[in-house]
């Protein structure tokens, strides 16, 4: 048990879909995060949430599209993907909004764009 | 140069080795640091701080220099359970919201 849950754990869509990433972290934690991992890159910031109100977009495509209602959840809105967005896609959280003190990550969702 | 640099490996070590790896930051003004573990299709985890006057747990040290700008991990008496990927984590100045990940140094441990 991490306290961040993602569903699903694998995901496969076509580039019409639209689908729904689910985070939801039960730290009490103020900031949320989305995180994209591709194959033998480094971890790159999608967005940041801190208290509901997004804080960061770090140049991230239009076809993913966040949402946070509340502290606790958190959701990323996927629509005409391509294949190169194929990834893990981790939620994380952590204590204190701004910066990552110490991160929590949810097991991830696997997504694969056919 | 790039935020966070680490060497991609993989390390390939017998069990009971020592190895230690090195990550590099560009952003002298940079808060804070972390070591983070990530097993093969698994999310990563926080290992350890990284404290400026050097800090121990266990077989794992990390140290800091701020001079040289770089952190290490030290890891005595591998075991096989220690194959993974590590992750060097740099925070940013306070002010910025983009903790910056390096892109991991993957550990072999044989027996």
């Known amino acids: 048990e991490t306290g961040v849950t993602q569903t699903p754990r694998h995901l496969v869509m076509g580039m019409t879909n639209k689908k729904s990433l689910k985070c939801e972290q039960h730290l009490g934690h103020n900031a949320m995060y989305w995180y994209k991992q591709s194959a033998k890159k480094p971890l790159e910031l999608m967005f940041v949430y801190s208290l509901e109100e997004r804080v960061e977009n770090n140049s991230v495509p239009s076809r993913f599209s966040p949402e946070c209602p509340n502290s606790s959840h958190l959701f990323l809105h996927l629509h005409t993907l391509q294949p190169e967005d194929s990834a893990l896609y981790l939620c994380?959280?952590?204590?204190?909004?701004?910066?990552?003190?110490?991160?929590?990550f949810g097991q991830g969702t696997r997504l694969t764009v056919v | 140069r790039k935020e966070v640099e680490q060497d991609p490996g993989p390390f390939n070590v017998p069990e009971g080795a020592t190895v230690a790896f090195n990550c590099t930051y560009s952003?002298?003004?940079?808060?804070?640091f972390f070591w983070y573990r990530q097993d093969c299709r698994k999310e990563p985890k926080l290992l350890m701080s990284?404290?400026?006057s050097g800090n121990e747990d266990g077989r794992f040290t990390a140290q800091l220099n701020r001079a040289s700008q770089y952190i290490s991990l030290l890891i005595r008496d591998s075991k096989l359970s220690d194959s993974a990927t590590y992750l060097c984590v740099v925070n940013p100045p306070a002010g910025s919201y983009i903790p910056t990940f390096g892109r991991g140094t993957s550990l072999i441990v044989h027996p």
């Open positions: 952003n002298s003004a940079s808060q804070s």
């Open positions: 990284v404290y400026s």
């Open positions: 994380a959280s952590s204590p204190k909004p701004g910066q990552i003190t110490e991160a929590f």
